[in-house]
């Protein structure tokens, strides 16, 4: 039943595209970039991206996005793992796109685009060939293909890659550096982050390559001109993100303090009793093998750009030892 659901919404959908693609914008239309603040999951931290094509003639108002995914695919986790994770191209009301946000008090800021007729007919009609069927998915990737580059391509060649930024923002900055603003430094999402990341995450970002998180590509627009001098913005209210911060106490620094001292503690107790706890070597192992172990399959049979070996993995079995000191050195 299922699977005859999906023939009839696919096909409902076709007919819809056709029918669009077939309706030019008027002069009044208008196309805007929809940038979504963070939220509280993991995958919210770095904000979204939209692009809303607006026609009170037509009584066209819909938000594109390329941040749909479906948890309900097969071996999903092991596809996401693998960075084999299939994205879409969404279509929504535009409404229903920005009540979802609001409902989370989530703020969503808008930049109307400075483009002729032609200009955003191209983008609205590549947009209806981008969202059909078969054009629809598109192979995911974290930095380098996401919700926020794909826009950002599509309206470059629309401008024929005429566009020039007074906005500089993070170019020459790492990777690793640009992530820690949006994960916060003492959170473990960003200490789990820098081992899983090798030597390609230090690598500085250039002018484009920083474009693939949604904030950056809102600054970047708001500051920028085409070749003429045009302001690539007509209109447009936006704001830094509010990035919510780690308490201390649930800090990594302060777990691996933790851990520093559990150690010592029975180092300490080893020293006296002049034996080898055997079983805390085995409990503080069996975690970082198999870390070892997922960073060793990222690194050779994924398609993730930026994990590999580095120097920061050596942080955890360097803090044992240190804790082991004390009954190693007599």
């Not at 914008?25 to 809303?52: F, K, N, W």
């Not at 998915?137 to 629309?158: E, G, H, M, Q």
Request: with cysteine.
């Amino acid at each position: 039943m299922w699977h005859k659901l999906r023939i009839h919404i696919t096909l409902l959908c076709l007919a819809v595209t056709t029918c669009l693609q077939a309706q030019r914008l008027s002069d009044q239309a208008s196309i805007s970039l929809l940038t979504c603040t963070p939220g509280e999951e993991l995958y919210e931290r770095y904000g979204h991206t939209g692009l809303r094509v607006c026609d009170p003639v037509n009584d066209i108002d819909i938000t594109f996005n390329y941040g749909i995914f479906d948890f309900n695919v097969d071996h999903f986790y092991w596809k996401f793992v693998k960075g084999e994770t299939w994205y879409e191209l969404g279509a929504s009301d535009t409404y229903w796109f920005q009540y979802s946000y609001a409902a989370e008090q989530r703020p969503v800021y808008e930049q109307v685009l400075n483009l002729t007729p032609e200009q955003r007919e191209a983008i609205w009609q590549a947009l209806l060939t981008n969202y059909q069927p078969q054009n629809r998915s598109y192979l995911y990737n974290f930095v380098f293909d996401n919700c926020a580059t794909r826009p950002y391509v599509l309206i470059a060649k629309t401008l024929g890659d005429s566009i020039v930024s007074d906005y500089s923002g993070y170019t020459g900055i790492s990777y690793r550096r640009f992530l820690r603003h949006y994960t916060g430094g003492l959170s473990w999402a960003n200490a789990g982050i820098n081992l899983l990341f090798g030597p390609k995450a230090d690598e500085p970002m250039t002018s484009d390559q920083r474009l693939f998180l949604p904030e950056e590509l809102m600054f970047f627009l708001q500051g920028a001109h085409l070749a003429d001098g045009t302001p690539l913005v007509s209109t447009g209210s936006i704001a830094p993100f509010v990035i919510a911060g780690t308490p201390w106490y649930a800090s990594w620094p302060v777990g691996l303090a933790a851990y520093f001292i559990i150690v010592l503690l029975f180092s300490i107790y080893d020293r006296r009793r002049g034996r080898w706890s055997w079983g805390v070597e085995l409990v503080a192992a069996i975690p970082y093998v198999l870390l070892l172990a997922v960073v060793t399959f990222l690194t050779f049979f994924s398609c993730h750009p930026l994990v590999g070996f580095g120097y920061r993995l050596l942080i955890i079995p360097l803090t044992h030892l240190c804790a082991r000191i004390i009954y190693i050195v007599r």
